[in-house]
Every structure is written in structure tokens, then in C-alpha cells.
């Protein structure tokens, strides 16, 4: 684990390293002494082993029926807000009050209705839900439906919100809880209540279920089979996405690193890293032709380097957070110094991958290791106090039985984490695709960002057991807790210029969570605020239509402004991002261009492997 943060001779790196043991390891080095005891390796010194091993058996047979939902964590909550509710008399009879005006202002909606169809509305849906947006819910009696549905979903917010002395987290999972069991029950759901459901019955006589039948279907035994979804056979990575022309240029058993063939006959000194997050697979950074981040670096005269993770299996259970430092960013930058020596990096890094990175460059600078010429984190968390609605599955309890899962299996996979992420935005990944598909028989068509979304990873449970508990549920990085070979790596002493994006409807790194990087950082910063969400804001490339973005520097010596404030002082400008951050990666590099680097360097021990996109990202 004490590996030395300067560079090692490229020679001495093997071609691959063995797989990590599954005897239980030690605790890490890199862990902060708070976070020692918290380590998902049990303490066998107190024979206490075996015991520790049936909570987590026990734990893990629940989790199968559960769908990783902790039991106890959600009866913690009713139970909190329950005992709170019933000693608080005033909040029981507001609760009356409000419940006697909603239904009198529903009465009186229904009496104007029926007489006017034209009558306003007396509440309007939240922004971002379309489920009422067709004109067919303005029409007596849906539109009833529609307001009686919409001042429910009111009430139950106050029910569950602002209740003397409940925890706000208590709050945020009482209400994420309610908000499932009522957009269960959305009458846009149902057949019978639903306008747009029943002119398609009408017009087609009865076939849309038809479809929607044979669609459900499909689907389920595409699920009990562990097939891909349909369409995505039009995707393959080599072949229709991920077809930037390059060769892997070094392999170990964590990641391959692919060096993209030049497009220029000149190009800057400085290349770029991509670090992509090993939650998913590297290839949201060269989609198609049209779309592909990579692409379009290369063709602005960058030399690209991008790290494609290996889609672990159980054997790698102990493969640690700090593992994928040194053999992930480490490794790729010994291999950069060989191939381009003396060049200093531009270091890129998206999602987990751009807070893997953050790390990295603290832990290297308090080492004096100068490789990184600059940092670019994409939708990359720093600090985790507001993770966004990801917090409803963090804390002790639900931790602990997310341990188990991993320690029986060894990992989480992607299907475990998909079911969370599509209960945060149920209306858009859940409820709205039921309708079409299987009420209106209507198929979405796959595209590329759909088909890479279907092209699942796995995590190592001891790795993502770090993870959450020193980032999410510790804040270690943030508060200079996080220890890397005995010293704490800290986001201050980072010296090289920051160029940040976050995203509008970012569920899972919330843009206001990726802002705090101003609070923590004594450097230069670049940040971008850009339309879409935690993906797709980032695959915006230059034409894509509806796009826009907001940028502000702001020099180590500017005062700081909140994120409101910089919103309200900021522009928007039409288009894509990607042009600006090329524009500042050329800015802070060397002001004559090159000839391209080689592509690998066989004489210091980097030849090249194979073709890209390489054999890693191949694994299911």
C-alpha cells in the first residue's frame, strides 16, 4: 500500500499484475486513523469472526427480497418521525387544517369544471414532471384527477416535512418513501384514468396493450435471462461506439490504458488523461463518431490517453480504493512519462474517476510530484456534506447491510445500483417508460447513451465499502482526514488551475456538491455549469440542439460568491462546452506544438497491445 508517489522506473511494471488475493486484507494505509475501525475487513483479534460473519449472512439473505433496501434504516425513519408526529399536537392539527382547505379547494375546482372547461387550475405540477403535459389532462374529468393527485402529493409534503425535531435526513427518506407509494398510485398510471392511454385503446382498437403486453414480455425474460436489452446489439463497442482510432499501450489486472492515434500533424506537448469512473464503462468518452469527447480533443490537436477499468469479479473483493490509485492513475501516468517523457498532464477525470483524481493530485503534491499540469474534474464530488438525494441510502445502517451484500458476492453490481438510481427519478425511469412501452406499446428507440447505460460494471466490495464510508459518510477528503502513505492529502495543496463541470439535474453529483470545490481549493478555477444531466451534460457535443452553458473564472485571490450568486452573475451561452475547455487546455499548455508522440514506447516497456477500445472493456 506504501508505494511511492514518485514515478518508478516504467521498466520495473509488469505487463500484468496478479489479481488480488481474497484472503481478508488488512486495513489500508491510506485510511485515516478515524477511519480504521471502519474498515469492511473484521477484527479477528477478538475471535469475533464468526459472529461478525452471521450478522452479515443474515443481512445478505434479507438484502435478495429487500432490493438492498435496509429494513432497519427505513424503520429507524417511520419510527423517528412517528414518535415525533405523535408529540406534536400543533403539527397533527395544521395537518387537519390543510386537509380541510385542499379538499375545499378541490370542490370548488370540480364545481367550476364542470360547468367551464377552460377553468384555471388551482395547484400546478412540480417542475420536471410531465406526467399532466398532454392537453388531454386539461379535459374534465382527468383534469380532476390530475388536481385531486397533485394536492394529495402536497399534503403528504407537509406531512413529512417540517415535523419538530425529526432529522433531516429522517425527513428526506419519510418523504422519499411516501413519494413512491404515491407515484405508484399517479392516475396517470392506470388505464382507466389516463386520456392518452385510452384514444390510443380507441384508435387502435385494443392493440396498444397488445404490444405493451408482448413488450412486458420481452422484457422479463430478457431480465430472468440475463440477456441485453433489446437493441443494444446495434452498439458495439469497435464497431459502432468507442471507434476512435488508437492501441492499448499498457495493461495491469486494474486497467488498460488506450493511446488514441493523432489527427493532426501537430499537437500540444501536454497531453490529456481521461480517468473515467469504474462504475461504468469508459466509453461515454467516445460514443459515437459524432459524440465522442475523445474525437473531438484528438481532432483539436490533443494527445489522448484514457484509462479503461476492468470490470471486476469476485476474486477482486479486496481490490482497495487506494489500489486503484496506484496501479489506476499512477500506473497511467508512469506509462505517459515513458511514451512522452518530461511532459506534464493534463489530468481529466469524470465522476468517481474525477474525485479518484482529486485525490491523487493532493496526495501528489504534497509529495512534490509536478506530473499534473492541470486538473479537470467532470460532475466530480470533493466534498460530500450534500450528496444530493444519494443520501437517502447513506448512513450507518444502510451501509452496514450494503456491506453485506458486497461481502457475500464480493462486489455490487450494476443492477443493485440501478434499482436505487431509478427509484430517485421514478417518474422518468420508471413510470413514464411503463406507459409507453407497455400501456401504449410504443418502444423508446435505443440510442448510444441507452446502450452504454445498459452496459453494466461491477464494483469490489472492499473498494466501494471505503468509498461510502470515508467520502460519503465520513467526509475524510473534505475535512483533511484522508490519509495516502501516511500523510493527509489535501485539495489546498494543489497548485495547478481547476477546470470543473457540473450539470443542471444532476441526480448524482448535484451541481451545488460539485461547486464547493471553490471552498477548497487555493488555486485558479474554471467552473462550467451546463444543461442536461449527470451524463448526458456531459456528452454535449458541439450541434447537439437545446444545449447551453455557464462559465466564470475565478483567480486563487477572488473573493468567493455562493452558487446562487455566481448563477445570477453568470450568462448562459448557447452551445456546447467542449470548445471552451479545449480552448483552456491549449491556454495552460506550451505555446509550440509537437510532432504526435509515438504510440507506445516498446524500449521503456510500453509496447503497443492491441487495437483500441482493448479487451477490458469487452468483459461482462
Not at 500533424?265 to 501536454?270: F, I, L, N, S, T
Not at 502513505?485 to 448524482?508: K, M, S, Y
Amino acid at each position: 500500500m506504501n508505494a511511492p508517489l514518485a514515478p518508478s522506473a516504467p521498466a520495473s511494471l509488469p505487463a500484468t499484475i496478479p489479481p488480488a488475493s481474497s484472503k481478508p486484507a488488512a486495513p489500508a494505509a491510506h485510511r485515516a486513523p478515524v477511519s480504521v475501525a471502519a474498515a469492511p475487513v473484521e477484527d479477528v483479534s477478538l475471535g469475533l469472526e464468526g459472529f461478525r460473519a452471521y450478522d452479515r449472512m443474515v443481512q445478505a439473505f434479507v438484502a435478495r427480497f429487500t432490493g438492498g433496501l435496509s429494513p432497519a434504516a427505513l424503520e429507524l425513519a417511520w419510527t423517528d418521525w412517528g414518535i415525533h408526529m405523535a408529540s406534536a399536537p400543533g403539527k397533527r392539527a395544521e395537518l387537519i387544517l390543510k386537509a380541510w382547505r385542499k379538499a375545499a379547494r378541490l370542490a370548488g375546482y370540480a364545481a367550476r369544471a364542470s360547468l367551464d372547461a377552460n377553468a384555471p387550475p388551482v395547484i400546478a405540477p412540480l417542475p420536471g414532471d410531465e406526467r399532466f403535459s398532454s392537453p388531454a389532462w386539461q379535459k374534465w374529468p382527468y383534469s380532476l384527477y390530475a388536481q385531486n393527485f397533485l394536492l394529495t402529493q402536497q399534503w403528504w409534503h407537509n406531512v413529512t416535512h417540517e415535523v419538530p425535531g425529526t432529522s433531516r435526513h429522517t425527513q428526506d427518506v419519510t418523504s422519499f418513501l411516501v413519494r413512491q407509494m404515491l407515484d405508484m398510485a399517479s392516475p396517470s398510471n392506470l388505464p382507466l384514468t389516463n386520456p392518452d392511454v385510452l384514444a390510443a385503446a380507441h384508435a387502435e382498437g385494443g392493440a396498444n396493450f397488445m404490444r405493451g403486453w408482448q413488450n412486458w414480455m420481452d422484457d422479463t425474460v430478457a431480465a430472468m435471462s440475463g440477456a441485453p436489452a433489446k437493441g443494444t446489439e446495434n452498439f458495439r463497442p469497435g464497431v459502432e461506439v468507442a471507434v476512435t482510432p488508437g492501441q492499448v499501450v499498457f495493461r495491469n489486472h486494474l486497467m488498460e490504458l488506450i493511446q488514441y492515434a493523432p489527427a493532426t500533424p501537430d499537437v500540444y506537448a501536454e497531453p490529456v488523461l481521461l480517468v473515467p469512473a469504474w462504475i461504468m464503462k469508459y466509453y461515454i468518452l467516445d460514443l459515437s463518431p459524432h459524440n465522442s469527447l475523445v474525437k473531438d480533443l484528438v481532432s483539436r490537436g490533443h494527445t489522448v490517453f484514457c484509462v479503461s477499468w476492468r470490470n471486476v469479479t469476485a476474486e477482486d473483493r479486496n481490490l482497495s480504493f487506494d489500489d486503484y490509485r496506484r496501479q489506476g492513475v499512477l500506473a497511467a501516468l508512469d506509462a505517459i512519462n515513458a511514451i512522452m517523457p518530461g511532459a506534464r498532464v493534463h489530468g481529466t477525470g469524470y465522476c468517481l474517476g474525477g474525485t479518484l483524481l482529486a485525490i491523487t493530485a493532493a496526495a501528489m503534491a504534497r509529495a512534490g510530484d509536478e506530473r499534473l499540469a492541470s486538473l479537470s474534474l467532470f460532475a466530480a464530488q470533493t466534498d460530500f456534506t450534500e450528496p444530493g438525494e444519494l443520501q437517502l441510502f447513506i448512513d450507518d445502517s444502510q451501509l452496514f447491510f450494503l456491506e453485506s451484500m458486497m461481502w457475500d458476492q464480493g462486489y455490487l453490481s450494476a443492477e443493485q445500483m440501478a434499482g436505487a438510481f431509478q427509484m430517485l427519478r421514478s417518474n422518468d425511469l420508471v413510470w413514464s417508460r411503463m406507459i409507453q412501452e407497455y400501456l401504449l406499446g410504443a418502444r423508446s428507440p435505443m440510442i448510444d447513451l441507452m446502450a452504454w447505460n445498459a452496459d453494466t460494471t461491477r464494483m469490489p466490495y472492499r473498494m466501494h465499502s471505503e468509498y461510502l464510508r470515508d467520502l460519503f459518510l465520513d467526509n475524510a477528503f473534505a475535512s483533511g482526514h484522508y490519509v495516502v502513505d501516511g500523510h493527509p492529502a489535501a485539495l489546498p495543496n494543489v497548485r495547478q488551475p481547476i477546470f470543473a463541470v457540473g450539470t443542471e439535474r444532476d441526480h448524482v453529483a448535484p451541481w451545488h456538491s460539485v461547486y464547493k470545490l471553490h471552498y477548497l481549493s487555493d488555486t485558479d478555477v474554471t467552473f462550467v455549469l451546463t444543461s442536461g444531466g449527470h451524463n448526458a451534460g456531459i456528452v454535449s457535443e458541439p450541434g447537439h440542439p437545446h444545449r447551453h452553458f455557464r462559465l466564470r473564472h475565478k483567480a486563487a485571490a477572488d473573493a468567493y460568491i455562493s452558487p446562487d450568486e455566481w448563477v445570477a452573475a453568470t450568462q448562459p451561452q448557447q452551445g456546447s462546452w467542449w470548445p471552451e475547455w479545449s480552448a483552456w487546455l491549449a491556454a495552460r499548455s506550451s505555446p509550440m506544438r509537437v510532432a504526435p508522440p509515438p504510440m507506445g514506447n516498446g524500449p521503456a516497456g510500453y509496447p503497443p497491445l492491441g487495437p483500441a477500445p482493448g479487451t477490458y472493456v469487452m468483459q461482462r
